[in-house]
């Protein structure tokens, strides 16, 4: 049977491949081309391989550093495992890993491809390197970092208890614990109430007296009421509808902003109006 056929069903007419630079980069590095042959035409028309040479990527937070660098491929790291069906398939559902070293700090970190597309069952580890340095290596594909940076997020003006738990939440969404983010963003909202003194009531009066007192905007105000939103199902118990990335992220975001306002901006304002002062500018 053709590889390219799944047992459920024949499978597309072609690949939607997104642009002729990745089209080339497939045909070389994955020799999707010349390598299989498929009568199916589940491959459509590709041009004949090509050489290609691709840039390191560049677009991952590197888990030991901390820092936004390029990611040079190591050649001789590439690895793959593909399950396999004798007399059916060769090579589906295919899940491609290579080594990637920091070139900030020199740290390695793995990339790992996931497809449900036949790959070349014959490609080497330089290969597959090579392909995993494109930043979409092939359409439809679930890619990812490992390990993944789990670090927080710093608040230099903000209390350290507080502080801790906010940086916790987005520890949160680094490990897709969803739920778990957006309950330390209630908490961490509510902990800023009482730390400004909003002691007694439900959290709805504190974030209403926060805006009372002049500590947030309208806007603020709002938000947190958005938090309080999301995080209530959770923080009773009701576990109905999950929480989704985009929710999750959306929710800190707003979280952060009652942060900025309670405590960071007022710090930055007045540590400018202390070097004025220091300087005996008074007018």
Known sequence: MCPGVPPHGPAPT???VPSIGRRQALNSKLALGSDISCECGFFGELEPATPTTLSPVASRTCWN????ANMTPVPESGTRRDPIEPGIRQSVFTNLMACFRCDGCDALNIRSMWTGDVINPHLDAAEIAAMLTDESPFPGAD???????IRGKQYPDVPADIAAAASEAHTCIAVKAYRGAVLLARSVVEATAKDKGMTTGTLVTKIDAMYEARLIREDIRDGAHEVRYLANDAAHGDFVEPVSPTDAELILTLMDEVLEEVYQSPARVARRRAARLDKGTTT
Do not use: D
Not at 65 to 68: Q, S
Not at 143 to 149: D, E, M, Q, Y
């Open 65 to 68: 550093c901390g820092v936004l």
């Open 143 to 149: 890619t990812g970092w490992h390990p993944v940076n």
């Open 14 to 16: 072609s690949i939607a």
